[in-house]
Each structure stands twice: as structure tokens, then as C-alpha cells.
């Protein structure tokens, strides 16, 4: 049987996962075309994972799931909420050239991969070495890659979803995509509109800023900095020193004090050099340079319910760079995790690069050719999100020298008619990665879509209120949406103990 573009559709086998993960999984693998254009020739494969529905009888079909990045592995999804746990079978996979799916590699050595994800640089010395180093890491990408890196563009993977949507005997697609994911939705939406059955995009990027921007100017801006994430950072950061200012319980908190001027004297110690914190249990200091700090305050605004966390942080840090501090003891404090990057793994069994993250943004995105031009908009990011700007610049520096590109990229166009609506679910209090902007143009932009508000801050609103999720469950099984303007709130305060 044909299916997408004429490509055979797979058969999938699904059987045992591997040892580490849950036996209530199964796993497969389907083979798809390496280019829709030559459905016939060349395939790679695809690593699927499926948690059945605990309600066989009652089942009502399958909701794909993909967790963002790009890069990120989705073959083990979760149960997304209890009640579509109960009636649909949830699958997930690793999209084409990342973790278990035909993996795209570029380097011999995966420590290697620093070479394309290292930290954002402040010094002139630091900017140089930056360039220098992603300009390695691509030119290895163009002896190493192979043809799969002119595959990546998400519009490659949509097709192999609605090819996968076929495979399991689906008349429509039923989707739900956070983060990088809710771009895949978006794609999905408008190049197969009348396959829509129910799509949720959480945590929005606005799919004009990600691949073009909206007018010619726009196009030779590092579309990193053209989605304007580091504006979502840093109102996040703005939330949470607001509550923090609120709740005797955090720890930051200084009565008769401006939050946000304390945060920003720590930064300008820390630009000045390092300081030393003891993690809890730990019996050795750690160094914590002015990136770091920049990082584990971003990863912490990524969930509402780290507040505590982040506060005790930031008010180590505050005591570690008082004047004449940095000699004594350092502070007790555990340092969060920082935000995600283009990152690598090597576990399991299989290899996951900064490159297989890279190769899709690269591939959907226009973006200066001249990668000195990055400095200019770090600087001008900067001023309205200090740290925060230059974190989300530089992370698409390597497109300014990336070996390939994918023809059959999508930008646009993005009001496609859909079969149904879509559900478009965003944090109005501060997304710091997508903003939330980014969900109220989308849901203008997209053919047919309502708008999901959660009063909060943090990278998603799944599993965050029972409101939400509500919504979900009525979205998916009765093909019912929310109330124009419906605005949930959430089911924790920032400072409440986390069970």
C-alpha cells in the first residue's frame, strides 16, 4: 500500500522495549523514504514506542506525542493524563537522525560535540573561540554527515508522521507536541489539514519567527534571536521574584529591597569572576561562573514548582559575591540543573549529539551566513535580558556555517483550513523559552484554533492544573474545546512544597 507523497506505508512489528524501560511499553521500527521526492529509494528507519491504552474495549485510537528540542527522543511517551492514558494508545518516536532513529553523527568522538554546544561567550576572547570552535564542529558535520543531514527540516518529519498515521490504521491524527514539538504540530496542521482529528501545540513557537520572520529584514537576524525567547525568560524571572517579594517562604526575599536589583548585582559580580557554592552533602565547593549561574537561573524558571530551589540558589549566590565574601566558606545551596541545550548522551545503546538538534533548526531556519553577526544581536539581546539575550542568541550560531540544507523544508503558508480545530496552550505569566506571544499569534495565524490560557510561569501547562488537563481530556475524547478566552489557573502556588 502507498502513502504519504507515494511512499510504501511501514508494517510495524511492535514488540518488548528494551530492558530499561517499563514492560507496559512495546516497540517498533518503520522504515520510511530518506527524501519524499524519491519515495522509493533510499530509507532510514524509525525507533517508535507505544503505551497501550489501559481501556482496550473502550479505545477511541492513537494520540502521537513528541516532547520539543529538536533533537529530543519521544519513543517512550507518557501517559499524557490518566483519562487519555485510559482510552488512547499513546505513540511516540525518535524523529528522523535523532537517538534510536537513523541516527545523524558527526563527530568520531562524542566530546566532540562541545564543539557545536558550548556556552554562550562575554569576553572578546571567549567570542572568538566560539566562532572558531563552531566553525570545527561544522566542517566535521560536512565530512561526517552523510545525505541524511539535507533530510532534517521538520516538514520531513511530518510527512513521517502522517506515514506512521497511516501504518497504525488512522483515518485522522490526533497529536500532542510541547515546545519544539508544537512546531511539528503546526507543519503537520498545514501540510495535512484534512488529516487533523485533534492537535494540541503546548508551549508555542510562533512558526513565522522560527523560519523566516515576518518581513525581508528579518531573514538575516539569527532566528534564535528572532523568537525572542529570551524576552519570555526574562519575564519569567520578573514572576518569580514577584512572588518571591510575596511569600515569606523565599528564601531570596529581602524586605525593603528590590529583587530585581539584587538579582542583577549578582550578575555583575559574577561577570567579574566566579564564585564558590557547596551543594548539600557535597564536601568540596563548586565554581560557578557568570554562564552557569545565567543557565541554572533559566533551567529553574523552566517549572513554577522549583521556586524554592532557585531561591535558595540566588540567594547563595547574592552571599557568595558580597564584598569581601568570596574568601570565607562558600554558601550551602544546591545548584539547579541548567537549561537544556543542544546536548550529548551516549547510554542505552545508542548515541543522541548537539548535531541532531542542530540539523533540524538549521534546516527550517534562514539565519546570517556571517557568524560575527551574532555578536551585534547577543549585545542588543542583552540590554532587555541580561544573561538570558546571549544564552538564546548564540545557540544558533552553528547555522551560519552548517554544511547542508533541506529543500523540502515548510515556511509557510500557516492559515490552512483544518479538518478540526487546533488547541493551542500557552503561560501567560512567562514561558522562558516560548513565549507566550508566540501562542496568542500562533492561534491568529493558524486556520482554525483556540486559544488555552494558563496563569502561570513555566515551559508547559500539561500536568500543571487539573484545568488544563480537564480541557485535554474534553479536547481529545469529545472533540470539545475550551471557551473562547478560557484562562485556568494553576494547581500550586511557586512556594508550596513540591509532594
Known sequence: MLGTNGAPVPELSWGPCAEWVSPEYECAEA???LSYRDPHGESITLALGRLPAADQANKLGTIFYNPGGPGGSGRIPPELTPELHQRFDIVGFDPRGVAESTPLRCFDDPA???????????????????IADTRKGTDLCARNAGPLIGHLSTANVARDMDLLRQALGEEQTSYYGISYGSHLGTVYANLFPQHVRSLVIDAVLDPVEWTTGSNPAERFQPF????????????????????????ERCAFREPGRDLGEKYDAILGALREGPVDILPPGASEPVEVTYQQAVSSTLGALYDASGSAGLAEFLQALSAATEPGVRARSAPVAAIP?????????????????????IGVFCADTDNPRNPWAWTAYGRKADRGAPGFGPQWTWLSLPCATWPASDPDRYAGPWDKQTANPVLVVGNSLGDPATPYEDAVSTAERLGDARLLTLKSFGHGARGHSACIDSALDAYFIEGRLP???????PDRDPFDPVS
Open 31 to 33: 522504515e520510511v523514504p
Open 112 to 130: 566532540q560535540g562541545e564543539l557545536l554546544a558550548g556556552s554562550f561567550p562575554v569576553t572578546p576572547g571567549e567570542t572568538r573561540q566560539r
Open 224 to 247: 534564535s534571536y528572532r523568537l525572542g525567547s529570551f524576552d519570555g525568560s526574562q519575564r519569567s524571572l520578573e514572576t518569580f521574584l514577584a512572588e518571591c517579594e510575596a511569600d
Open 337 to 357: 540543573e541548567p537549561a537544556p541545550r543542544p546536548g550529548f548522551q551516549q547510554e542505552d545503546g545508542y548515541y543522541a549529539g548537539p548535531e541532531q538538534g
Open 483 to 489: 471557551a473562547e478566552g478560557t484562562v485556568c489557573q
